[in-house]
């Protein structure tokens, strides 16, 4: 898939996952063509991927060019005039329609943007003239300081373009909170537009161009949107990543950033972090003196040191978030608030008990205020009308290194007893699901395979073609241009999934292959499944000269040999492939 739009993330292939929400979304766009999907809201704190996946769906939607128009915007944490945010609205909206309509990526880059007049032009040169006419007519309110009337034009801008060309439009809203919050009436920054949420209420409704937004400010999107926009927004949590999608994400990044895991710690990790993307990225990136992520001991020691170094990345990002979340709530009580229902996380804890253990003097609906403000800021759980620390070991240690009456024992001893505890315990775990937990098995498998062809078989090919059975007479191991496990594109008919795609630079042959190490030989029939996946990889990656492949780690039935061979496929069940590099 093409890459349209600049994806935040980086490394293109450095997406992973969320392929629930990706199928839900793209089906949700879909049927705006027939104009019933109703307005969305994406909840849940930072650093989860919210951005990814918006900017992920933007690109897809836009290479499948299928008459729904995507339309990214990010509302920036920084307090801008509201004739200034407006502008940023509309030329952001005006180049991404124009690049849509053109196929020209670069409209896409924010530094060929200027000012309206620039874009007129430009609209006018391609042929948008509802678009030229658009800009034309209302630039004049900004010179008269009519910035709440331009607004309210450049917000239906995106609907009013889809109904006026015949098409249709999604607009996906990122840190849609901020937009009560950074955005003032006046140039100068005098007057918060704290209700400007509310302008939304009428557009909506439309559609023909429905919203999609998200939040990290989890309670404070949720109270806007209950407030101003009631009963307007389906609203959901983006929660972290299921057991397989975080293997194969701590798989990817040990690939990408060079860094060795074992198949011991891919589990221990992926537990840990219980499927936080920004754990498991902040793990493979910390500056832990002497990181050794291929051993239990090795992975305890970064942990601790992400979360109880003051420099560390998840400690800094957490502090951050804290730091800003409490001077907003402005309360002598909330730090010692919170601390008891961290230390009391594992049960729902009544207002009355909180007090009396706290010695507050306050009553119960003064209580519940402050309560309801540290929900709102994300710090803490409620159900029904009963409060708990955040389900979060890491936070736990991160809030509590900062905040507990004896800092330097929480550092010493109790933060590094509760994490050997934490470690043994899900080692326990790992001993017993050893040997049948085929996911975690099969995808490290897959890994050391994929290091092999990306590290290994140019410097020792010799040794690695002598592993593999029916090979081609002419063949060797290619330069490869990239080196990774393969989905089929969200909501693809069949879809499919491919363990190894080396792919060949120039003429050499490009490599296909199915990994399986489990306690079973492998059949004809998963060898016909595999040789249909790959033929429909082949023609959506445009694949050249090529060769299937299937390691087994316990082999492969009589039947399934005279199949492979048959079909021109090669075969190795030699474990020399997994060995540790």
């Not at 063509?33 to 996946?53: F, Y």
């Not at 003196?289 to 992400?306: H, I, M, N, S, Y």
């Not at 803490?380 to 240690?397: C, L, P, S, T």
């Not at 492969?556 to 492939?577: C, E, I, P, Q, V």
Request: glycine share 6%; with cysteine.
């Amino acid at each position: 898939m093409k890459i349209w739009l600049k994806e935040r993330i980086g490394k293109p292939e450095l997406f992973t996952g969320r392929k629930t929400e990706l199928a839900y979304f793209l089906n949700w766009i879909d049927r705006t063509k027939q104009e019933i999907s109703q307005r969305s809201a994406i909840l849940s704190r930072r650093k989860t991927g919210k951005t990814a996946l918006l900017q992920r769906l933007f690109n897809i939607t836009f290479e499948k060019n299928d008459r729904v128009i995507p339309f990214y915007f990010e509302i920036r944490e920084t307090d801008q005039w509201l004739g200034d945010f407006a502008t940023d609205f509309l030329l952001s909206f005006v180049y991404q329609h124009m690049a849509f309509r053109t196929r020209k990526p670069e409209y896409l880059d924010p530094s060929n943007m200027g000012t309206l007049g620039d874009a007129s032009a430009t609209a006018g040169k391609e042929g948008f003239g509802y678009l030229q006419r658009l800009m034309e007519k209302n630039e004049p309110l900004l010179r008269e300081e009519n910035a709440d009337r331009f607004w309210n034009v450049v917000r239906e801008a995106p609907r009013m373009t889809a109904q006026h060309y015949g098409g249709f439009a999604v607009q996906m809203i990122d840190e849609f909170q901020f937009i009560n919050r950074h955005i003032f009436w006046d140039r100068e920054k005098k007057r918060r537009a704290d209700n400007l949420a509310g302008s939304y209420l009428h557009t909506c409704e439309y559609k023909n161009a429905p919203l999609l937004v998200t939040g990290s400010w989890v309670g404070w999107l949720m109270d806007d949107l209950n407030r101003l926009l009631p009963g307007r927004f389906l609203k959901g949590p983006l929660g972290n990543l299921p057991e397989d999608e975080s293997v194969e994400m701590i798989c990817k990044y040990s690939l990408i950033d060079k860094v060795s895991v074992s198949e011991e710690t891919v589990w221990l990790i992926a537990q840990l972090t219980e499927g936080n993307p920004f754990y498991i990225s902040a793990l493979f990136r910390s500056k832990c003196p002497k990181r050794d992520l291929t051993t239990a001991e090795g992975v305890r020691k970064t942990l601790e040191f992400e979360t109880l170094n003051l420099d560390a990345n998840i400690n800094t990002t957490w502090m951050e978030y804290l730091d800003s979340a409490f001077s907003r709530i402005n309360d002598v009580y909330a730090k010692d608030m919170v601390l008891h229902l961290s230390r009391e996380r594992h049960r729902f804890v009544a207002r009355k008990e909180l007090k009396r253990k706290l010695g507050l003097d306050m009553s119960d609906s003064e209580l519940e205020r402050k309560f309801r403000a540290l929900f709102r800021a994300d710090i803490i759980e409620e159900h029904y009308g009963r409060y708990r620390g955040v389900q979060d070991n890491i936070f736990d240690k991160v809030f509590r290194r900062s905040c507990s009456d004896d800092i330097d024992r929480f550092v010493t001893e109790e933060a590094p007893g509760e994490y050997k505890a934490l470690f043994g315990e899900i080692q326990e775990r790992y001993k017993r699901l050893s040997g049948t937990h085929s996911r975690y098995k099969g995808a490290f498998a897959e890994f050391m395979i994929i290091h092999r062809l990306t590290h290994d078989v140019r410097k020792e090919g010799g040794l690695y073609k002598s592993l593999m059975g029916n090979l081609p007479d002419d063949f060797s191991f290619a330069e490869y241009e990239e080196v990774r496990a393969c989905h089929s594109p969200p909501l693809h008919e069949p879809e499919f999934q491919i363990d190894v795609l080396a792919k060949a630079k120039g003429d050499g042959y490009s490599l296909i292959g199915e990994v399986k190490n489990r306690k079973a030989k492998f059949s004809v029939r998963e060898a016909r499944e595999f040789r249909e996946n790959a033929d429909e990889l082949t023609k959506l990656e445009n694949v050249g000269r090529r060769v299937l492949f299937v390691f087994s780690a316990h082999g492969f039935f009589k039947n399934t040999l005279a199949y492979l061979k048959r079909h021109g496929m090669a075969w190795t069940s030699d474990k020399r492939w997994l060995e540790k590099p």
